[in-house]
């Protein structure tokens, strides 16, 4: 299943995903944000499962936001995935 979304309270302006019948993550795009971070939370993610993942990044924030490219990696795979 590939899911893609426009998070919001980020730099990032979109993140597109793609977990497999077990709910691994196999593949996972950033456009826009931080390139160096987003390239290395991509690294971590793939190959892990995907609820691991969203109870990992919950609740991370990014400088003086509430929210984060991780967090809202982790909201969209409980409002998705079940």
């Known amino acids: 299943m590939k899911i893609t979304f426009k998070?919001?309270?980020v730099c990032c302006r979109e993140i597109s995903f793609e977990v497999d019948d077990n709910n691994i993550i196999?593949?996972?795009d950033f456009t826009g944000g931080c390139p160096g971070n987003l390239l290395g939370l991509k690294s971590l993610v793939i190959?892990?499962?995907a609820h691991d993942v969203a109870n990992k990044l919950?609740?991370?924030p990014c400088g003086g936001k509430v929210t984060s490219c991780p967090d809202q990696l982790s909201k969209v795979i409980n409002e998705n995935l079940k």
Do not use: D, F, R, W
């Open 47 to 49: 190959g892990q499962n």
């Open 58 to 60: 919950a609740n991370i």
């Open 26 to 28: 196999t593949n996972i």
């Open 7 to 9: 998070p919001s309270g």
